[in-house]
């Protein structure tokens, strides 16, 4: 059967709009059923103290749960910075979004593991490993849009297009470290997973903001 | 390992836009999941009165899914009148929507919680907690975007600030007594959790409309 | 404690587009979840004919699904042609949308109720009662809506407008009639909630359409 | 009872923007809750190597969700790329549509039966006939939009038609091979429904993007 060639057109009729509609879509979801999995406590004829014991006792399954939603939260404002400058998509950039997607979806299993299990070392260093492969998919797709000005504005600044990509490959470099130090602390590791990145990537932006909201170049 | 600087673009590249649409998408999703923590009744051979005994037996579960279904729905027009003024986000702002959909989030925790021990006094005062965290970083996001109008039309007029701030207020204020009533009776508390704001929020709002709609200044 | 007012704003700030999009996720999370609710078999060492008769056992989930799939996607329909009409929202609109939204919500726990009580004659006249509420409250946002073309167009056909009003007071009707019909068989009245809406609402508007695509006014 | 007349003006009122919104929020609800059904591993006091055997004898689950998601990535672009030609929406469209989102919505459920019992060759024909089936839509949905033109721009390169018409038939005729190849391998054939319209799919059109990305008409 000799197949039909591949219009031209198809590549750019996707429209990097419902792509990001599609990953906003994804990432409401898992923030809100990450939740799901945290088992309400079911006891009959409690007494008063019963029921506050027994939320203490998930407090592995609370900090598993807050750190993926500050990792959601970080990988949805890093690709939300990424689609504002990548102007087309083309079919290669999209199967990279659904690359990213699917790890993303993917993190309600790998955090309620890690909060069942949050001693079990194996646990932690495939929960840091799936963190890094998002974090590597998020440097790729950069590097990929980048290249020659491949997907992005023709004007962008080269010395913009650096920083990205070099600020893009510190969180899994961060990820690497915190893998590491699960040798030594499970929960150490858990911690540095969701704080590395945040004090990295949160705190000096705003601080840049209150230094001056000069622009750079003008 | 020196770190590179933070460009100054990102912050004014957060497009409040997105914002709301990962917002919309989380309310949607939470007042969606919210009902499927209710236990639908599963008996073998039953007969005529069975089942509708059975879903009466289930009220505290419904009141709970009712009083969150109105509690999100005010949040969520809460946030939406927020994003009518908001125009600009900045790291700080992101980090508030984080917080802020994240204790959106897990609202069905609580009220599934709350629908299972809706006689123990400790479960109802965790749920107004929640609720009145909802809405201290509701008016935590009014203060900081509104402070030296960082964040909002440069002509907003001050008058309306101060409204927005005052009635961002009163919200917590009244959980703060509803979660004291909890100590009288829970049942009541609860209905207070949900009326109250709803009388005080959407019925003069009715009403200023009814009275007219001439536009305050013009 | 002396409230302070609402500002007149309010009620205009609630632009539509983002009611639309809150329904949007509402309609699409219902659709997809009200699947999760059938079971899928778990058999230990299954013949090859186990699986498939396990399948066709589930014949009133799946007819239940499907009801309820159709019915979603009128409710969807009606109310996308109820936004292309109505222009504004107030406070009023916007809760008579949540009420419309929290009924939504709730289509997944009465059609799982009546996948597994088809024949109790109760659940198939409260799953009836809760698609009749869906249609009240479209009728009753329809009326409001259009009164002294309150939040419509201000040049809206009237014929139209009384149209519409009868329109959405026919599915009611039918409803009615088909929880008559759960007296005789169950079955026939849940394939009448969605077949008869479908066919009084879907094919006419078919034929329109082929009979010719003139303007009604020109 | 005489009923009302349809307006003509229901079917223009269709914005396809919509149906994308609609559609958006299901693919990624169901990208999402496919991983819902993964058993996360249970297992009390676990030594090291427990857990890391438990999460491999998940793999027909893993390959199962993997397959979906890729699938229901093809189907979210070819539905992306169908909606970049169809312009405007009937009645007849919008049920078409309906019906390709019921059968992606209920692709979480064949794939947890695929998942538990891929060994089982009714259970791979039957997941394959549902592929089908939503190829077949699609193919169908082409047919009706751009027969004499009816929903497309009135200005579309008769050409570009017939390739779309042809390679939406190209998919089911892949998935009738696969399902014929159950009868050999049911692993071959789940690892043939995802992968051989990836490569049809997705390579040539990578390749016709490097050879050059000249626009064939200008």
Aim: hydrophobic share 50%.
């Amino acid at each position: 059967m000799a197949l039909p060639p591949v219009p031209h057109e198809f590549a750019s009729s996707l429209r990097t709009s419902r792509i990001e509609a599609l990953s906003d879509a994804v990432f409401g979801i898992v923030m809100t059923i990450l939740v799901l999995e945290i088992p309400v406590p079911e006891i009959e004829h409690p007494t008063a103290q019963d029921i506050p014991r027994a939320l203490l006792r998930l407090w592995p399954m609370f900090l598993g749960y807050f750190v993926s939603f500050i990792v959601l939260g970080m990988s949805w404002v890093a690709q939300h910075e990424q689609f504002h400058f990548v102007k087309r998509a083309d079919q290669a950039l999209l199967w990279m979004t659904m690359l990213f997607l699917m790890l993303i979806a993917t993190v309600p299993f790998t955090t309620t593991l890690l909060g069942r299990y949050l001693d079990q070392q194996a646990v932690v260093v495939l929960y840091g490993a799936h963190l890094l492969a998002i974090s590597l998919v998020h440097h790729a797709t950069w590097r990929y849009a980048t290249r020659n000005r491949r997907l992005v504005d023709p004007h962008i600044d080269l010395e913009d297009v650096k920083i990205h990509l070099r600020r893009s490959l510190a969180t899994p470099v961060i990820y690497l470290i915190a893998i590491g130090l699960s040798f030594m602390s499970t929960v150490l590791s858990v911690v540095v997973y969701a704080f590395v990145p945040l004090v990295y990537g949160v705190l000096p932006s705003i601080y840049a903001k209150r230094e001056g909201s000069r622009p750079r170049k003008s």
